[in-house]
């Protein structure tokens, strides 16, 4: 069904495969998070509302028009057994403790970054106006975007001004619902405003939310969702990315409750059983209260950082006038085969 007729054609990327992955003994980031999510979205019926695809894993070639060739080179040949070999790379890539060497490092790229070039895919496309791809918005990446945006057909971006970036404004520890809502939404809105996006990536992760074991904000589930319902309101194209977050159970809630908001779907807070059930006790609900943690964040100095945001804005160049529909022709330009297997049936347990 279209944008036209106000329901949202949704679109889903799940490897089966995402959640086999591991970083290492004590590393927090936890690739069965993904598989947790998906089994709760599967089993709140939550399938049934979108189009659920398997990811074609992102070959070399698509890689390479983001990353070097020598770095795509090291993450396709390294392995823990020979990274004695590769000391110098290993620096200079900064692999090592927080980014590690693991069994399927390569691999796990390709399918991560295979959902998020296939979500691009059938936004450009004009086949789905939202799509979502939990394992992506792993932000370890350079800024050399504008070739493999052109080879899927989309149109060019405008070359950025010759002036510096806006410098980065932190919040401060403990911000609530509320306050970072009072941040987020009126900035997003001037830039939505200022730059007129053909289509967003909301990268979306988790470890904002209260009860994270790396973040220190304290954030609800509802309260984090309300950002993905505000961005959703701009009726843009949206590519849906997931990101940090390390209370692998929050996460997994997170994710699957925002899943239900890009449908418009209410779901219940008690918890369906699911095969990682036990993960959610002692309480089994979608939803947990915020901690008790003092909120840093006064209202004068978050006004301060709106008004510093909104000078660096008007400090830059805004939209062209040209027409932004103008587009790289789908034969021409969009070239990616899709899986042999890439549409799932969607049911729980599959």
Known sequence: MSRASGKQRVCYFYDSDIGNYYYGQGHPMKPHRIRMAHNLLLNYGLYKKMEIYRPSPATFDELRKFHSDEYMRFLRHITPDNMGEYTKQMQR????????????LYQFCQASSGGSIGGAVKLNKGTSDIAIN??????HAKNKLRPLLASRGARPAPSPPKRSPPSPLPLQ???????????????IGQIMQMY?????VLQCGADSLCGDRLGCFNLTIRGHAECVR???????????LGGGGYTIRNVSRCWTYESAVVLNEEISDDLPYNDYYEYYGPDYKLHYAPSGMENLN??????????????????????????????VSQRGGDERQEHGAEFYSGRPGE
């Open 93 to 104: 890539f900064n692999v090592g403790e927080d980014c590690p060497v693991f069994e399927g």
């Open 173 to 187: 520890d403990g911000i609530d619902d509320a306050s970072y809502a009072s941040i987020f939404k009126p900035v």
């Open 298 to 327: 006064i209202p004068e100095n978050l006004e301060k950082i709106k008004s510093k945001v909104f000078e660096h804005l008007r400090q830059l160049q805004p939209a062209p006038n040209d027409d932004p529909d103008v587009r």
């Open 196 to 200: 007129q996006p053909g289509a967003i």
């Open 230 to 240: 505000f961005v959703l309101q701009q009726k843009v194209p949206t590519l849906i």
């Open 134 to 139: 939990w394992a992506g918005g792993l932000h």
